[in-house]
């Protein structure tokens, strides 16, 4: 074991995905030296076949951008509300110790960052702005112009845009084509801005900060006293170093955050760093989410983009349901590869002769909600809690509004609460109660930070990821300004 001295830093971030991409771009926006470490590789396209590339097809290795190359590039600002304590059906929804006029800022300046095309039209949720969208919103198309004006037009309801990371600009000839698909697919063209291509590569692009990959993080290191972070340990191949700094910021997401701050016990700190409270893996909140189709028959036999609009009418609450409810939103097409042979003939055929949108409601945090812990992984103990009536109010009113607008509708039965996840590492005033305080600093353990969704108190019911984004950018300037 050696220290790595070709690697002189201020600070180190663990983590590709948003939150340590961006993260890593703020700090050497200000001037810091930064290594990246992150045991994923990066993606390689070889051949002139610019077509997007299913998840299944990388079999489930680590890379490079982490989950966001495969995610479907919706990049909404939490709303007001969700920052605060809200009344659930199954629980409270926690308060967080910062508010959306503090995270505003930020989150506008990952909007820029991320390209993010957007519209604040016909949203009743959408929450205040310092500054214009950065791009107009990506526009509908073919049969989904026809949808949006039935929705609108016969079922009377406000029909906005999705907020997307794309770089789409056909004037100037930008690389996003607008094709069929997005969610869980890697693009090619770099045309999804995620957090590689959003962050990172204009973080290395300074000169300030240098990417190891294939690099595992196998503890974080501390004083003798335990009381102040100073760098970390890495794997890379057979070879373990040391890497030095007086910052360091895990951002391995839900799962890989907690199993590394566990791994990196001592006898300081005998329950793992940071987790004094006890709390580390736990408060696991996420999205319960389920599909709903909107039947037309060969609808995709000719190939769309058909992830623009979504419906935020009954967020803070429905007519008959006093409760917030969530968002109904379209999706991208997805080939049904990850289903059983046994369906898959059906399910092909439903996405063919359908569009495809999901509603997605919150599943709330508790003590018991979350992961147990070892040095390799973490096991679900227990799940979100389900707004279980309150789910079932949002698909019966999806259901009647597309009906109304004039398409059959199917529905599966099936709901997951398990999307976005957030919480198993949270911020909070209280020491007792969280694993970070409201800088995302560790409170018992200075120099470590935590800027992933791990650190995220609640998903509210939209899309996390600038939430995450803008997170880190916060946390990134807080930084700057303590660490000079």
Sequence with gaps: MHSNKNLSCDAIVVGTGLGGSSFAYGLSRHGFRVVVVDEGQPIQHHGADLSPVHVNKFADKPYIGGLSKFYGAAMYRLREIDFQSVEME????????????????????????????????????????????????????????????????????????????????????????????????????????????????????????????????????????????????????????????????????????????????????????????????????????????????????????????????????????????????????????????????????????????????????GPETGFHLSDSQAILMNPPKQNVRTFATLRRHAKRLFRAAGYPVFATGVLETGWHGVGTARMGNDPAKSVIDPSCKAHDVDGLYVVDASALISPGAVNTGLTIAANALRVAAHVADTSR
């Excluded at 057979?238 to 910052?247: G, P, S, V």
């Design 90 to 365: 199954a629980g409270v929804s926690p308060e967080w110790p910062i508010s959306y006029r503090e995270l505003e800022p930020f989150y506008a300046e990952a909007e820029r960052l991320y390209k993010v095309h957007g519209s604040s039209e016909n949203d009743p949720t959408e929450p205040p702005r310092s500054t214009p969208w950065p791009h107009d919103p990506i526009p509908h198309q073919g049969p989904v112009c026809e949808l949006v004006d039935r929705l609108t037009r016969r079922a009377n309801v406000p029909v906005s845009f999705i907020p997307r990371a794309l770089d789409y600009d056909p004037v100037r000839g930008r690389p996003c084509v607008l094709c069929q698909h997005c969610d869980a697919y890697y693009c090619p063209r770099d045309a999804k801005v995620d957090a590689e291509v959003g962050a990172l590569r204009p973080a290395v692009g300074t000169g300030r900060v240098n990417v190891l990959h294939s690099t595992t993080c196998t503890r974080i290191l501390t004083t003798p006293d335990g009381k102040r972070a100073v760098g970390v340990l890495v794997r890379n191949g057979d070879e373990e170093f040391k890497i030095e700094a007086k910052i360091v910021a895990v951002s391995s997401g839900v799962m890989g955050t907690p199993v590394i701050l566990w791994r990196s016990r001592s006898d300081k700190h005998p329950r793992g760093l940071a987790n004094a409270s006890g709390t580390l893996g736990r408060n696991f909140a996420a999205h319960t989410q389920g599909w709903v189709f909107a039947l037309k028959a060969a609808v995709q036999r000719t190939p769309f983009h058909q992830k623009t609009f979504a419906i935020n009418a009954f967020y803070n609450s429905a007519p008959d349901w006093p409760y917030p409810t969530g968002a109904i939103q379209s999706a991208g097409y997805i080939e049904p590869l990850g289903i059983s042979r046994r369906y898959r003939p059906f399910a092909a055929a439903l996405m063919y002769n359908s569009f495809h949108a999901f509603v997605m409601t919150e599943g709330i945090p």
